[in-house]
């Protein structure tokens, strides 16, 4: 089946510190993978996504690469800032036609100054 | 102003009240998907629906109802029986042409009890 399995948190980090939170899937096929971000009390907004293995996904100077031999997906931010601070959650997309997504339980960040 | 846009952003259920959760795009998605977020924990899928007039349960169906009469529309109803209702509704549209993995979240419900 599919699951997603993500680093627990919170996550405490100081300003313009490196950011890593882990996250590694099971799935059957080549599922696209993404990772959301939620601010407070808002929906998820997509932050970057990969589609096959080898890629690597960016965005606001977030970077993840689709790793199948190791089957992860890990978030990377070579520099936070305050205005980071949110629940970053990991997911795959099912390949078949209905491509539900499959989150994992999310991972609070918090930068503080 | 494209977007999805949901309805009310908090929402009261009294013991034994249907309450029924809006959710609206002007995106000319196909797809539309109704999840569940409880404290700590990643996001559950009540419904799903794909085209108008069809619609399928996801993992935690039991005590909700949906429809799909329109493209745009897909109202979420929490029934008296969902026993623990009280969580963050977020739902979400996908294209079915183009970009067909992408799913896009609009901003939220909160269901309260009291």
């Known amino acids: 089946g599919n699951s997603v399995t993500q680093m627990e948190g919170p996550v405490t980090l100081s300003e313009e510190a490196f950011l890593t939170i882990n996250c590694t899937y099971t799935?059957?096929?080549?599922?696209?993978l993404f990772w959301y971000v939620q601010y407070p009390g808002e929906g998820l907004q997509l932050l970057l996504k990969?589609?096959?293995?080898?890629d690597k996904g960016s965005n606001k100077g977030f970077e993840a690469t689709y790793r199948k031999e190791t089957t992860s997906f890990h978030l990377e931010k070579g520099s936070v800032q305050v205005s980071d601070s949110a629940v970053y959650f990991c997911?795959?997309?099912?390949?078949?036609?209905?491509?539900?997504?499959?989150f994992g339980t999310g991972t609070r960040l918090t930068v503080i100054p | 102003d494209g977007g999805i846009t949901q309805s009310p952003k908090y929402l009261f259920r009294k013991e034994g009240q249907n309450v029924t959760l809006s959710c609206e795009q002007n995106?000319?998605?196909?797809?539309m998907y109704w999840y569940r977020q409880d404290p700590g924990q990643g996001l559950r899928l009540i419904y799903y629906?794909?085209?108008?007039?069809?619609?399928q349960k996801g993992d935690i169906a039991e005590g909700y109802s949906v429809s799909r009469e329109k493209k745009e529309s897909f109202p979420l109803t929490v029934t008296s029986a969902q026993k623990n209702p009280t969580a963050f509704y977020l739902c979400?549209?996908?294209?079915?042409?183009?970009?067909?993995?992408?799913?896009?979240f609009g901003p939220g419900t909160r269901l309260l009890v009291l």
């Open positions: 979400a549209t996908r294209a079915l042409a183009g970009d067909q993995e992408t799913q896009y």
């Open positions: 799935a059957t096929g080549y599922p696209s």
């Open positions: 990969a589609t096959k293995a080898d």
């Open positions: 997911a795959l997309s099912d390949q078949t036609g209905a491509n539900n997504l499959f």
């Open positions: 995106l000319n998605h196909d797809a």
């Open positions: 629906s794909q085209i108008v007039n069809d619609f």
